[in-house]
């Protein structure tokens, strides 16, 4: 007992009371900020192995970001990286950061179906899929249920059947060999379901984008209702992400 004492008061407590509230070390890299500096725009650019990096203005595509701070590394006067986590959204431009730009409301009320705050502001079940994953992200959206982030208080757990869930988590860039398999555990989820977009390799392919072993057309079938960008993604923003997508909103 007085081993654990020692551990508590060195350690400290690691439960997080309140993830919407919750801060994060400095060396997390969040939201990029994009300084209003002037630079060599083409050198910028050609930093991103992913092309995530546009110009005129200069501007940062989170879902194509793999949040490696090279382009922070080389061009510190320009472009930083925050600890803001909360970068999920639910409309693929707002995952664009441009300079000079106001930073949007996270997600947009009216692209979110009536049926998500109707049915699941106070439950909701999901089945992850790794459609060709590097075991990254699919780690850290398992430590969404550990004893530090605990996203079950909130009623959000992962099930082990389609079957049993409210809707998708998608992981990985969505390789020919999980297509199939993707697209079964899909229509096996009863309606209505929801799709949620987690990493940069479910949202564009990332480093992985436009290889001939990929087999994206599911994404061209059905609407993503939530894209939480992060190479991996963080626990928090996972978690305040989904909770903003799902809250009881006022009828109009």
Same mark, same amino acid.
């Given at each position: 007992m007085l081993d654990n004492l020692k551990?508590?008061?060195?350690?400290?407590k690691q439960?997080?009371?309140?993830?919407?509230?919750?801060?994060?070390?400095?060396?997390?890299r969040g939201r990029p900020e994009i300084l209003p500096a002037r630079v060599n725009e083409a050198e910028l650019t050609a930093l991103c192995p992913t092309g995530a990096i546009g110009a005129a203005p200069v501007r940062i595509d989170l879902g194509k970001c793999l949040f490696c701070g090279? #382009?922070?590394?080389?061009f510190p006067d320009k472009i930083r990286f925050t600890t803001d986590y909360n970068m999920a959204t639910n409309e693929r431009q707002r995952l664009v950061?441009?300079?000079?730009?106001?930073?949007?409301?996270?997600?947009?009320?009216?692209?979110?179906?009536?049926e998500i705050s109707d049915y699941f502001s106070g439950s909701l079940k999901?089945?992850?899929?790794?459609?060709?994953?590097?075991?990254? #992200?699919e780690m850290e959206l398992n430590a969404c249920g550990n004893v530090n982030f605990d996203m079950g208080r909130y009623g959000i757990e992962f099930v082990a059947s389609?079957?049993?869930?409210?809707?998708?988590?998608?992981?990985?860039?969505?390789?020919?060999n999980m297509a199939e398999p993707l697209q079964i555990c899909y229509e096996a989820i009863p309606d209505p379901k929801i799709i949620i977009l987690a990493g940069t390799d479910a949202i564009s392919g990332g480093i992985f984008e436009g290889s001939p072993a990929l087999d994206r057309r599911f994404l061209d079938r059905y609407p993503v209702d939530l894209y939480v960008?992060?190479?991996?993604?963080?626990?928090?923003?996972?978690?305040?992400?989904?909770?903003?997508?799902?809250?009881?909103?006022a009828k109009q």
């Open positions: 551990i508590l008061f060195r350690q400290g439960y997080i009371p309140d993830v919407r509230t919750a801060a994060v070390p400095g060396i997390f090279e #382009c922070a590394f080389v950061v441009a300079e000079g730009a106001e930073m949007p409301v996270r997600l947009n009320p009216d692209l979110i179906r009536k999901l089945r992850q899929v790794s459609a060709g994953g590097d075991n990254s #992200c389609p079957r049993h869930a409210d809707g998708l988590v998608i992981t990985g860039p969505i390789t020919k960008p992060g190479n991996p993604v963080h626990p928090l923003t996972f978690i305040n992400g989904v909770l903003e997508l799902i809250r009881k909103r």
